[in-house]
């Protein structure tokens, strides 16, 4: 559900195109103009978008609020910030072939930025605090991603194998499903899918709730049939550019989820975490070659006379 502060646009560029077509229109209105559906009224909305005053209240309850007067403080507590941060709501994410690599890695900087900063600005703070709890009191984590998702799935795993959580990635389905099945009441499963629509990572985390697990999913579609098997959902947000589609630049909003999930945990079991990351460092210390960046001779002091 989104709440009264930021990520609604992202969210309505994301979850628009899928709406029934009459929400879509009024979606497509408000990231037509963000500023003039901030002070249009309910008639207003509904006469831009061709819809009724009555879908228009469908519309905002279907985004989690009580009605539009909410919506509308939401979209201008929105476009409030990002005038404030002076983001571009129409920035473009075009590259043509022949661009320079600076303009190139620009037009990439702003899109990934932006699509952390809109996911930072919905994420629910109880909600990660609330799965930290229970990865931190676990007694399995089991983890599960394909494509890239999967790139951050196992990113996620490594870290928390590092602070001495029990947990597993999951790459192969069959492998994901046996193992979803042997989970229970203390549990946690979590899903990763840029879309929420992969039919094996549903079918494995529906299978560790069928067993009493806490099954967590990190999607961009808040509606999707993945979010709709799972207890805790988190919503990333996406601004694609030419060359990466839109699975492929979920993967640092997705990162950005996990990452504060991950240091919750270490917050919540402070003492094992730093005594298992002096651990790990030591044991691969012998490994690394001298840092040889202050080992210029100091000068030599002058003897006293």
């Given at each position: 559900m989104t709440g009264e502060s930021g990520g609604l646009l992202g969210r309505l560029r994301i979850e628009g195109p899928t709406m029934p077509e009459a929400l879509a229109k009024i979606a497509e209105t408000?990231?037509?103009?963000?500023?003039?559906a901030a002070h249009a009224s309910i008639v207003d909305l509904a006469e831009r978008s061709g819809t009724s005053t009555a879908t228009v209240t469908r519309f905002s309850r279907t985004l989690g609020f009580k009605g539009y007067a909410n919506l509308r403080v939401a979209i201008a507590t929105e476009t409030g910030r990002?005038?404030?941060a002076r983001w571009e709501t129409d920035i473009s994410g075009d590259i043509a072939p022949g661009d320079p690599l600076a303009d190139v890695l620009g037009v990439i900087t702003a899109a990934d930025t932006r699509?952390?900063?809109?996911?930072?600005?919905?994420?629910?703070?109880a909600a990660v605090e609330r799965v930290a709890e229970a990865i931190a009191g676990a007694g399995r984590v089991e983890i599960f991603g394909f494509?890239?998702?999967?790139?951050?799935?196992?990113?996620?795993?490594?870290?928390?194998?590092?602070?001495?959580?029990?947990?597993?990635?999951?790459?192969?389905?069959?492998?994901a499903l046996t193992n979803a099945a042997l989970l229970g009441p203390g549990d946690v499963a979590i899903g990763l899918s840029h879309s929420g629509r992969t039919r094996e990572v549903i079918e494995t985390l529906a299978e560790a709730a069928d067993h009493g697990a806490t099954t967590v999913a990190v999607t961009s579609f808040g509606r999707s049939p993945l979010a709709e098997v799972a207890d805790v959902v988190f919503t990333t947000s996406v601004h694609e550019t030419t060359f990466r589609v839109a699975a492929l630049s979920a993967l640092h909003s997705q990162l950005?989820?996990?990452?504060?999930?991950?240091v919750a945990v270490a917050q919540r079991t402070y003492e094992r975490t730093a005594?298992?990351?002096?651990?790990?460092?030591?044991?691969?210390?012998?490994h690394r070659l001298p840092d040889t960046t202050n080992t210029r001779k100091r000068p030599r002091r002058e003897k006293p006379l």
């Open positions: 408000i990231l037509g103009d963000p500023e003039e990002a005038e404030q699509a952390i900063h809109t996911t930072a600005a919905s994420l629910d703070v494509g890239s998702s999967g790139t951050a799935g196992r990113e996620m795993a490594f870290r928390l194998e590092r602070i001495r959580v029990p947990v597993w990635y999951r790459s192969d389905s069959h492998t950005l989820v996990l990452d504060l999930i991950y005594e298992a990351l002096e651990l790990t460092v030591r044991a691969v210390d012998a």
